[in-house]
């Protein structure tokens, strides 16, 4: 079974490779020191809630920009996760993008205890979209809706409310609701001052950011609408953005460990969202495409970044 799945994530990432139309960049250790052997798997987790696409894309996105020979990779169920023995082998806790509740429904209590254990003993969690969701401190998503959600999470990683989604509706049926995200990164990223763009979907942005405890920002939404009404639902979480921006990307630490959030999608490979144009012709896939590709080395270069900043091993971009 641990055969089929490496030649699984190879075949995929060869295929993600050819189709993005670039060749893998050589390994090269980063500047920081290698996580110990014993912490060398990237676990990834693969339960109800999560999308098929996401934790494949996090999976060969990974693939591309870790230093070869020293990680892999595996899924991870939410049974596995509440025994809790997987944390001392992980080098990365990864939450892909899908649907919270599930996750909260599902991982309650023994995971969620088992996954904060984790980072609080030097860990490192990566929550996208779904995953930063999760990772906060309370929820509130598209209220006064038909798919509202609003309510406390248990990681506790983010000391505050993520409310979403923050570029455009949701669209649960279509990627009717998916954008391109404009991010302008931070002095305190590799490129301060850069705009990337990243595949977005129904994430969230992370409120008052800038004032929480034990929180760095990385990147900010520049495309947000900056329309939103004035009425109850926003004033009772205390929405800034017209003042402070939008924040997409934070890093929190949390006891020994650190945890990157992102509301918007910079793992999911451009390949893949090729392939499904080819499939299904989807218009709002197929508008994104052209700036998706154009820009896809600096994605990868971003993933690397955030990789390093949880201590590990990355090829050179």
Not at 192 to 210: D, E, H, S, V
Not at 239 to 260: D, N, Q
């Amino acid at each position: 079974m641990l055969f089929f799945k490496q030649f699984l994530l190879h075949t995929l990432t060869t295929l993600s490779t050819w189709l993005d139309g670039s060749s893998l960049p050589p390994a090269h250790e980063s500047t920081l020191t290698p996580p110990a052997l014993s912490r060398n798997v990237i676990y990834i987790y693969n339960g109800p809630g999560t999308a098929s696409a996401y934790v494949w894309g996090a999976t060969v996105t990974l693939a591309q920009v870790l230093a070869d020979n020293i990680y892999t990779f595996e899924h991870i169920g939410p049974d596995d996760i509440k025994a809790g023995t997987w944390a001392d082998n992980a080098a990365l806790f990864i939450m892909p993008g899908g649907a919270d509740l599930p996750y909260l429904e599902h991982l309650t209590p023994e995971g969620n205890v088992a996954i904060r254990s984790y980072v609080a003993n030097g860990g490192s969690y990566m929550g996208f979209c779904a995953g930063s969701y999760y990772g906060g401190d309370k929820v509130v998503f598209a209220p006064g809706t038909d798919m509202e959600v609003i309510g406390p999470r248990p990681l506790h990683f983010f000391e505050g409310t993520l409310y979403g989604p923050v570029l455009a509706p949701y669209d649960y049926a279509s990627t009717a609701g998916a954008r391109i995200a404009n991010v302008l990164l931070t002095d305190e990223s590799e490129a301060p001052g850069k705009t990337l763009q990243f595949f977005y979907n129904g994430g969230g942005t992370f409120i008052n950011a800038i004032h929480t405890h034990n929180t760095t920002l990385l990147g900010y939404y520049t495309n947000h609408p900056l329309n939103f009404p004035e009425d109850k639902a926003y004033a009772a979480i205390g929405l800034s953005l017209l003042t402070e921006g939008a924040p997409a990307v934070i890093e929190t630490s949390y006891e020994a460990g650190k945890a990157i959030l992102l509301g918007c999608h910079p793992e999911m490979p451009t390949a893949f969202l090729k392939a499904s144009y080819w499939v299904t012709r989807d218009p709002h896939i197929g508008e994104m495409l052209p700036t998706l590709e154009a820009t896809n080395t600096d994605r990868l270069a971003f993933m690397a970044l955030l990789c390093k900043r949880l201590g590990l091993s990355t090829k050179a971009f």
